[in-house]
């Protein structure tokens, strides 16, 4: 069975620094296209960043770009976001999700871990 | 960056109803065209990929259709546990931006 299993969340102060985590298990986790998705309280859906099956290649969106990091160390089957000089608009759920490879589509999502930065 | 506009925003309807949400890309992304679902407090399911391929385990009243840039989620005959808010998303380029949701709440 698939599973995605986020942590890492928590209370930070503006300008603090989080480190999330995704242990992944059930799948080849080192074949995979890996992206975290949050979502503010009561807001949609908005894509972060995404990495790529051997960790070469990374994109992010504009919002967290020179912020955020991600990475992923698939001997241990785990995916990270690093997210530094953190905002108040950067308090969200965090989800982490992996993309078909049949597809583009994200087809298993974690259950995500909230990030609340205030002071 | 490609902005995803879905409508409407929300809507009510009754179980057993026929419900039809539409998606608007701002330049044509082929057919790279994604729905999820997202229930209360959850994690979002894909539902249809690339436009109207039913993802395994979805039940068949739901479906997708659309290329370019105007794409349909269609719920045939709406079920109780079909209440909850859905994205369509656009994977043709990065950044994979979703609409903006929506409801669809009982009448």
């Known amino acids: 069975e698939v599973q995605l299993v986020e942590s890492g969340g928590g209370l930070v102060q503006p300008g603090g620094s989080l480190r999330l985590s995704c242990a992944a298990s059930g799948f080849t986790f080192s074949s995979y296209w890996m992206h975290w998705v949050r979502q503010a309280p009561g807001k949609g859906l908005v894509w972060v960043s995404r990495?790529?099956?051997?960790?070469?290649?990374?994109n992010y969106a504009d919002s967290v770009k020179g912020r955020f990091t991600i990475s992923r160390d698939n001997a241990n089957n785990t995916l990270y976001l690093q997210m530094n000089s953190l905002r108040a608009e950067d308090t969200a759920v965090y989800y982490c999700?992996?993309?078909?490879?049949?597809?583009?589509?994200?087809?298993?999502w974690g259950q995500g871990t909230l990030v609340t930065v205030s002071s | 960056d490609i902005q995803m506009t879905q409508s409407p925003s929300s809507l009510s309807a009754s179980v057993g109803d026929r419900v039809t949400i539409t998606c608007r890309a701002s330049?044509?992304?082929?057919?790279?065209l994604n729905w999820y679902q997202q229930k209360q407090g959850k994690a979002p399911k894909i539902l249809i990929y690339?436009?109207?391929s039913l993802q395994s385990g979805v039940p068949a009243r739901f479906s997708g259709s659309g290329s370019g840039t105007d794409f349909t989620l269609t719920i045939s005959s709406l079920q109780p546990e079909d209440f909850a808010t859905y994205y369509c998303?656009?994977?043709?380029?990065?950044?994979?931006?979703f609409g903006q949701g929506t409801k669809v709440e009982i009448k």
């Open positions: 999700a992996r993309e078909s490879r049949s597809g583009r589509h994200f087809d298993y």
């Open positions: 990495i790529n099956s051997d960790g070469s290649s990374t």
């Open positions: 998303q656009q994977s043709y380029s990065t950044p994979r931006t």
């Open positions: 330049q044509s992304i082929s057919s790279y």
């Open positions: 690339a436009a109207s």
